[in-house]
């Protein structure tokens, strides 16, 4: 967000308005304790296949490690395997999840450019 403003409200409308290409970065959850060590930084974009726990929400769904599903970028939300709600017609969808809500717990490194940036991450905290 290239913000500079103090309010609330004109940091909420930048952050709403924003262009998905940096709402993407937003769309970001902590890491787990052991992979907060591991790698040395405390939060990572959460991207499709990592393994997640829910860390406030229904208590059906809460302290569940599940995996992510869809990432909703205009909703800045994530969809999460087996979270699911019931509509009107009894229909069932996946419940979107903000972010902030969950835990990394495994990450997808089947990218190899996150992969390389996460190994960089690693090689900088075994260096302090």
Known sequence: MSTTSKHARSQRK???????????????SHLSKELREKYGIRHIPVVKGDIVRVMRG???IKDKDVEVVTIHTKEM?????GVNIKKADASEVSKKV?????QIV???LSDPMRKAKLEEFEARAGGI
């Open 14 to 28: 930048a952050l709403y308005n924003a262009p998905l290409h940096q709402k993407r970065k937003f769309i970001a």
């Open 58 to 60: 229904s208590a059906q």
């Open 77 to 81: 939300k994530v969809s999460l395997e």
């Open 98 to 102: 903000h972010p902030s809500n969950l």
């Open 106 to 108: 495994k990450l997808n």
